[in-house]
């Protein structure tokens, strides 16, 4: 629409049919009243921490195992923001109520916007207060790190679990490497766990252990070849 004129461009009307067009105010005692933020729900980062327990058999309570991290990365809150409950002889209770959103345009299909596809909007991290009694060993899939003259090749070492589950460290300094180059002269290893072959060919090890820090509670060793670019 052209202000000056009202004239309305690049719109077809359709026989039959009724429509409703709002023009620019020109009243000169018409006036804006401006809606501010403070009226609407914030977004914001919210992380909750809960604190995880044990179940002990034949008992009613249990020891605290962890902690359970709760996060939104963007919770809309509702208008009406938290509630705050309580008195002199019961706890204090705070509720906050809001939508976790995904403002990632790229997530959304033109065809359904609630048919996968979708972004993370919240997740959970669980924390145990002692991770290395969780911990029995590590390994690395096939014994062997292969890299090419002057390139480079992750170690890829695994954590085996007391529960038999291979988990990727996250972050791969969890894990301290430690080179051995062998005839692979000018081979180096980053603390998280990037091999960078030097250019001569040969053989040597890694040295895995956990934790990065302080005493060895576990080690492991893998081959090194350094072969031809």
């Known amino acids: 629409m052209t202000p000056a004129t009202g004239t309305i461009t690049g719109f077809t009307a359709e026989n039959g049919k009724s429509y409703k067009v709002w023009y620019f105010a020109k009243k000169p005692a018409a006036q804006v009243g401006i809606v501010n933020g403070a009226f609407n729900g914030r977004i914001v980062h919210f992380t909750a921490q809960i604190a995880v327990y044990q179940n002990v058999s034949g008992k009613n309570k249990g020891t605290r195992w962890g902690w359970a991290y709760l996060i939104v990365p963007r919770l809309y809150l509702n208008p009406e923001g938290g509630n705050l409950t309580g008195d002199q002889t019961n706890y204090d209770t ?12 790229d997530v959304i299909s033109a065809e359904c916007d609630a048919c996968g596809g979708m972004g993370t909007v919240s997740y959970m991290v669980l924390v145990p207060d002692e991770e290395s009694d969780e911990v029995a060993g590590l ?3 096939g014994g062997v790190v292969s890299v090419a003259a002057s390139g480079t090749a992750p170690v890829g070492a695994k954590m085996v679990m007391k529960n038999g589950e291979l988990v990727t460290p996250s972050p791969a300094s969890l894990l301290k490497y430690t080179v051995t180059a062998g005839t692979a002269t000018g081979t180096t290893v980053s603390a998280d766990g990037i091999v960078t072959a030097g250019s001569t060919q040969g053989t040597g090890s890694i040295t895995i252990q956990y934790p990065a820090e302080g005493t060895a509670k576990y080690t492991a060793q893998a081959v090194l070849e350094v072969t031809s670019e």
Do not use: S
């Open 94 to 105: 705070t509720t906050i109520t809001g939508r976790a959103i995904n403002e990632d345009a």
């Open 139 to 141: 390994a690395v899939i």
